[in-house]
Structures are given as structure tokens and as C-alpha cells.
């Protein structure tokens, strides 16, 4: 089966960090594009990031840039989030996705929540 | 990097048709064929319905397409069903990343 899972939500104070982690199973992971997506409480999508089978093109929302990191280990089946310098308006669940015709794969999300 | 345009509801009956359009720019919509659309129900995770502007997912029904002229993609819904109220979302290639939509809630009357 198919199958993404997030982890490493949780709540932590303003300027904090946090590492999410997504552990593929079920397909190739090392011959797909990822990315990250995330869901404020009752609003919309936002796409956050993306980073390419390889490790290379890697891209971000201006909203995170230079304060969030994607990294994926081939080797372990697992892309990560390193979220650095939270604040308060980056609570939302975050989802990973597989990224080929569309994001047709999707976890079902780990909740990052910061507030003092 | 603004977030394409979409109404923010729409409505129809069981049966009828309905069309969510999606507005965006040359930089996105307009400029790349890789528009894709996402059901998303209440507490649950987003799907993919359409990818492509107009490729339909194994197992999406084909009551579900979608297209595009110039900088506005369309998902069309025939003979819409209770299972189809949820919110929809349209995302788009934009060069550097995705861009999705602000989302727009489907009511089946």
C-alpha cells in the first residue's frame, strides 16, 4: 500500500524550532518529487515546499524562505521539514505529498501548533 | 507567489452540473498545463480529482473534468451527488512552486 506518514507536530513558543519528518512507503520514494503543504485551522491550502527526487530543486513559499529547510534521505524513505524561527501564524497541520501529475499522494498531516 | 482565484461557493442540485473556475496569471495558470484539482471533505485529507488541467486520477469518476483558457482553469461536475460537497481547490505549476487556490465550498442543494 501507498503510503505517507507524518511526525514531529507539536506545540512550541514563537522563535522556537522543529524537525517534521514523512516516512514513504509502498513506492520508489527516491524517483519522486516531494513536497510539503500545510492548512491553517479552518482555511485553505498553502503549498510550503519542494524538493526533487534527487535532493536538488529545491523551492519554498516566500513565507517560510530562509527560516524552513526540506531535506529528504533517500536511503531511509523520509523527507523532512527543519522549521526554524516559528511564529505564531505557521500553526497549521502539515502534510506531505507525492509530487507527479498532480499531488496524488498525501499523508494525513501532523499539527504544528505555536503559541506562548 | 498570490493565491489563484476562486469563488468562494457554489451551489447546485442533484444532477445538475456545476463549474468552479480558477483565475490566475501567464506566470501560472496561464503559462504551464499542469493545473490540478483537490476534493477536500470535512476533516479529512485533500484528494486528487484532475491533474494536468484536464487528466483524471484512476478511480475519479469521469462526472469530474477540467480545463483551461488562458489564465482560468475550470473543474466541471456533472450529475452531481450528496458524496460531492466539500470544499475544492485548484493548484497550479508557478515556476518556482505550487500556488494553490483559496478553495470554494461546493453545497449540494
Known amino acids: 500500500e501507498v503510503q505517507l506518514v507524518e511526525s514531529g507536530g507539536g506545540l512550541v513558543q514563537p522563535g522556537g524550532s522543529l524537525r517534521l519528518s514523512c516516512e514513504a512507503s509502498g513506492f520508489t520514494f527516491s524517483t519522486y518529487s516531494m513536497d510539503w503543504v500545510r492548512q491553517a485551522p479552518g482555511k485553505g491550502l498553502v503549498w510550503v515546499s519542494r524538493i526533487k527526487s534527487d535532493g536538488s530543486g529545491i523551492s519554498y513559499a516566500d513565507s517560510v524562505k530562509g527560516r524552513f529547510t526540506i531535506s529528504r534521505d533517500n536511503a531511509k524513505n523520509t523527507l523532512y521539514l527543519q522549521m526554524n524561527s516559528l511564529r505564531v501564524e505557521d500553526t497549521a497541520a502539515y502534510y506531505c505529498?507525492?509530487?507527479?501529475?498532480?499531488?496524488?499522494?498525501w499523508g494525513k498531516g501532523t499539527t504544528v501548533t505555536v503559541s506562548s | 507567489q498570490s493565491a489563484l482565484t476562486q469563488p468562494r461557493s457554489v451551489s447546485g442540485s442533484p444532477g445538475q452540473s456545476v463549474t468552479i473556475s480558477c483565475t490566475g496569471t501567464?506566470?501560472?495558470?496561464?503559462?504551464?498545463?499542469?493545473v490540478s484539482w483537490y476534493r477536500q471533505h470535512p476533516g479529512k485529507v485533500p484528494e486528487l480529482m484532475i491533474y494536468d488541467v484536464s487528466g483524471r486520477p484512476s478511480g475519479v469518476p469521469d462526472r469530474f473534468s477540467g480545463s483551461k483558457s488562458g489564465n482560468t482553469a475550470s473543474l466541471t461536475i456533472s450529475g452531481l451527488q450528496a458524496e460531492d460537497e466539500a470544499d475544492y481547490y485548484c493548484c497550479s505549476y508557478a515556476g518556482s512552486g505550487l500556488v494553490f487556490g483559496g478553495g470554494t465550498k461546493l453545497t449540494v442543494l
Open positions: 505529498a507525492r509530487d507527479y501529475q498532480g499531488l496524488a499522494v
Open positions: 501567464s506566470s501560472d495558470v496561464g503559462g504551464y498545463n499542469y
